[in-house]
């Protein structure tokens, strides 16, 4: 089990390599991973940047939860979750989910839930700088 | 003696007067740690709480030392 | 859209990188990939290299359909394909899917298709050598 | 005047003496071609067969000029 959060900008490339790297070679025979990234339109506006607010301590702890139901509930070898905190540019990572498995169901369902608990239960909050200068909360999480 | 308060995102915004601790005497609830926090009564419907890093609903129980938070619905990911 | 068939190793981050620095900036708010892995291990006995047959042509033609497919079906931005051919190794990957769009539920829903899809329809056929020298056909697709 | 015939993987083992074309006089179907090729009626349960490198039934026709390729269940993935 592996969470990184990241006060600065991460590569999911480098992040991915670096997890998978620490299983055993051979026995891993799927891997599921997104990627979720700040687009530069939010609701119809330009968005120019966004702050990632978390609840340190807290985030961690659900995370840890998270991947742990997952490990429960699927046969998984193991399972990644990295997140940016901070100021974010359009085009940068956000989220990065990875599940490890020998068969690929296992590692679609368990990367799929990852994402989902997260979004439901992560205690991070986004808010925008719009084009044109003004700030907002994210409400709404789709 | 005494329940620790934090407030997240809009909530901290919307709060700024809002205490970082309360006296546990008499407290017994979520939802009384907010009254006595932000000196309003109820906590919104859309405000989610925390007891010691865990999601908590407004009814359930706090005690002296744990550490409560609110904020707004989360938007991560 | 992009399809790749690699009778040599290929970097899965490489190619996605590749795949993702095509795509317009900004627009893209998911990415979801799966890579398939060769085993050390297969139907309970050891399997020291494994040799990927396929039809030239068909293969290709058979997953540009199978990406069409999922660009009917779901809205994405873009998919890609690579597939392995040759001598295979085990620890090296074999297939890599991958979907960009705007939004993570079609991206993770076109993903799995695209997967689902080749695995019933692409013409690949794997040999296995086993540790003991025998070689066989793997004629399960689980 | 020939219909061009490919076998592949374990298919291609087990039919060394499969022919690489048929004439196209008198071949209807898919099944036809198997016929010819193998020297064996029924193109049995298991094979898969394509026409043009597209997936097609063995009782699917073909015509002078096509590909028809016999296969097992693919395995790629």
Known sequence: MAIHLHPVPFDPAVELARFEASLPRGSVGATASFVGTMRNHNEGDAVAAMTLEHYPGMTEKQLEAIIQEAREQWDIIDALIVHRTGDILPGNPIVLTAVCSAHRAAAFDACRFLMEALKSRATFWKKETLSSGDTRWVTKNT | ?77
């Open chain 2, 1 to 77: 003696m005494a329940i620790k308060v934090k407030f997240f995102a809009s909530l901290r915004e919307q709060q700024p007067e809002g205490l970082s601790q309360v006296e546990a005497e008499g407290v017994k609830t979520v939802s009384d740690v907010w009254e006595r926090a932000t000196a309003t009564t109820l906590v919104p419907a859309q405000v989610l709480c925390a007891v010691n890093l865990e999601h908590r609903e407004p009814h359930e129980a706090v005690s002296d030392g744990d550490e409560v938070a609110f904020f707004p619905p989360v938007t991560g990911g």
